[in-house]
Structures are given as C-alpha cells and as structure tokens.
C-alpha cells in the first residue's frame, strides 16, 4: 500500500513540475509535412519505446494533442487491452516539446517549429 502511494506521488510530480515550473503552453505545428512528421515520430518512438508510430487522425497543425495508437494486433489476436497513448504538443515559446498526458514526462522535438496556442 505504502509503495503504490509513493509511485503515485512519483508519477504526479513531473506533470506538477511541467506546468508550475515554466511557462509551458499548448502549441501546434507550424509545419505538418513529411521532415515535421518524421522528427515528431521518432521522438514518439522513443517515448513509447516502439520503432513503428501509428498516429491518430488529428491534424497536428491545428491541435495541439497527438495520440499513438496501440500496436496492430497480432495473427494470433484477436482482441487487445492496449490503449493509446496521448501527449500535448506544448511550447515555452523558444522550443517545443511532446507531455505525455497520463505521467507528464515531457520530451524536446529538437528541430521542430511549433506556435502557441491563441486563446
């Protein structure tokens, strides 16, 4: 009992420093093309720890949340309990970075151009 509320506490911690820290703002891409995409992707791919990305229908150029869908199931599958994984495209105004949603462990999309959020 006592270890699960101390992962707990762990896990909350990053996503209280992301957003107390600095000035983390959601953002989208400035650019949605194929060199964009693929930078994106492969940050994903290590924040997940998969080589093959499969990404949700969302337009990254006008919203700011990019989900991972599971992985296809296998041959030998026929249902799976996986669920897709979901970050927010967020920008401190000089860099931009990917916060995974559910443990707010962020990562930087070095060479990537992202604009703030208006409203």
């Known amino acids: 009992m006592m270890i699960r509320i101390l992962f707990t506490a762990l896990a909350a911690l990053p996503l209280a420093a992301c957003q107390t820290g600095t000035d983390m703002t ?6 949605a093309d194929d060199a964009t995409l693929a930078r994106v ?3 994903l791919a290590e924040a997940v720890g998969r080589a093959n990305i499969q990404l949700g229908q969302d337009d990254l ?4 949340t990019i989900t991972v869908l599971p992985p296809p199931l296998s041959p030998n599958e026929t249902a799976s309990p996986a669920m897709p994984t979901v970050f927010t495209l967020v920008t401190n105004g000089s860099a931009c970075f990917l916060v995974r949603q559910k443990t707010g462990e962020t990562f930087e999309l070095q060479g990537v151009d992202c604009a703030a959020v208006e409203g």
Request: glycine share 0%.
């Open 41 to 43: 992707k492969s940050v």
């Open 26 to 31: 959601p953002a989208t891409l400035e650019r």
């Open 61 to 64: 150029s006008a919203n700011s």
